[in-house]
């Protein structure tokens, strides 16, 4: 029976390095996405999350059966003037009168810590959406591999885990 603590000690350790170690790591070929909103106002942010629905509703119908990211890319840069005028039509329906801008290449990222992972800063390739000064607080995420996009467009939500969680939910 003394070797139930130590048991049990083990397995906190090994979900805990487990889990630390399952963080999921960007690609260094990655295409990422980006929306900046104009202000920190509930407004301007509210119309950050709508452009962000827009481009993900987007990305999500002219990526899902992209294979590579060299074709990821040609399909990305052949369709910025789409996203820019869906873009455009949906300020307008908000009467959102402001400028913005959609720019597709190497764009800086500034350093982002989410849910224990620390995403460097640095210049990527990416398709950035600026409303007006593009001094609010952003939303960005990974478009291809289409990360993001199967969380705005799956059904089912889409679940991390490890080995070691999977035993512990199954045996206790």
Do not use: H
Request: hydrophobic content about 40%.
């Amino acid at each position: 029976m003394k070797y139930i603590p130590i048991f049990i000690i083990i397995f906190i350790i090994c979900i805990f390095v487990g889990n630390k170690f399952s963080a999921m790591t960007i690609p260094d070929d990655a295409i990422r996405v980006r929306v900046i909103a104009n202000s920190n106002s509930d407004y301007d942010q509210k119309m950050k999350m709508k452009v962000k629905e827009k481009v993900e509703d987007d990305m999500y119908g002219l990526l899902k059966n992209i294979k590579g990211v060299d074709r990821a890319r040609k399909v990305i840069n052949d369709n910025v003037s789409v996203v820019d005028k869906d873009i455009n039509q949906l300020l307008k329906s908000n009467d959102y009168d402001i400028k913005y801008d959609v720019n597709f290449g190497y764009n800086y990222f500034p350093k982002k810590e989410f849910k224990g992972v620390t995403y460097k800063e640095g210049y990527y390739e990416s398709l950035v959406v600026t409303l007006g000064e593009g001094k609010g607080d952003n939303w960005w995420c990974v478009l291809f591999p289409p990360l993001c996009m199967m969380e705005a467009n799956e059904s089912d939500k889409v679940e991390y885990t490890t080995f070691v969680k999977e035993m512990v939910d199954k045996y206790f």
